[in-house]
């Protein structure tokens, strides 16, 4: 059945307008018409398009804020990745789904309404298989269920603990499969996904450290056969060491590695690729990858700053991730995407260019759009034909900032101190109405008690 839903302000593909009734059928939007049209909802307030949160591990959302305390200064992504492996050795596929449910409506009340969940937590504690591959895939999916989010479902093939290749760690017994073993899970989530509304599946083959040449090219060869269109994304140059370890193992850059031995495309992400040089860049670029960042975590984990600035100079596609959760929230995203830039270069209002002088909209509308992208899903803007992802901004706290049309994202990203979300719809249906979700005590409950547990 069409529903109708007016707005006195939106924000479609070719920019504001005034006044708009949208059909939505089936999660779509069918039409789009001036003025009110009789029978449909009015819209609280403000309506924009979604976020798509590119890059996130849910199990990471239960141990935010645990690795926090220095160390005289030895802290680094290496010894917060000793604690994160510690923690997960006691997570169930329960205990999973419960982390993800509550991140995933946590999400939703910050407006991203969907999410690319890099999943590499696959077998049980002890490291064996459970008794369907696709297991801890299930519970990922039951939470995105259950929370309404969209899903792009992105399973994790990890191989190695490092260059050489090194045989895995204890540490990471959870997250190894053959490939053989990993292109079956790939098909079991393809099942998966064909019941569940609002989804699709990719692949993530985790970093160069982890896979070698011949397994990352027989994963792509076997999710491309089943859709043409998977996302693939990759770790791929995060961490200064990262690079070094490459060019020891390669006499080649991370980036620079995979420009020239994988056929990228506009279906690629490249998650944290931090430390590139000018020609990686361009490579980038020519090739039409996406760069995934993940500004908060980025920034928490001490990475270093992607090169932003230049990159949407020369018209890259960017996309933004919560990735580690310790920030779960678009607009702080894109906030320290152009302070990190700021502070760098010592200039401000570097993410605008000449057509688009507004910082804000013209980060909301690219990284939505590259978010869509990166998911191959059709998302990321408000016009005919494209899902009815969108946030409904409170008018109420709107009032308080200038109101015309060039300054409201500005204003929304950089000033306000308060989550201006109202209202979410995925994918036609409200999944968070007046800043709450149906399911929010429960799951902040399960979730706080599963906390206690694991703390214990
Ligand atoms: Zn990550």
Redo the contacts with the bound molecule.
Sequence with gaps: MAMKLFANKILLADGWAAEQTLTIEQGVITDITQGYVAGAERAKGVVIPGMVNC?S?AFQRAFAGFSEQGSEGKDSFWTWRSIMYKFIEQLSAKDAQVIATQLYIEMLKMGYTRVAE?HYLHHDIDGGNYPHLSAMAQAIFSAAKQSGIGLTLLPVLYRFSGFGPKAPNDGQKRFINSVEQFNHLITECFEIASTHDNSNVGIAPHSLRAVDKDSLSAAVTHVRALDANAPIHI?IA?QQKEVDDCIEHYGQRPVQWLLNNADLDKHWCL??ATHINEEERQGIISSQAIAGI?PT?EANLGDGIFPTDEFLLENGTFAI?S??HISVNPIEELRWLEYAQRLSKQQRALLANSEQKSVGLNLWQRAALGGAQSTNSNTGELAVGKQADLLVLDDKQLRLFAHDDDHLLDSVIFASQQNLIQDVMVFGRWAIQDGKHALEQVSADDFAELLAKLSA
């Design positions: 890059h591990h890099f770790h995060e998650i944290h993940c975590t991730g990735d580690s």
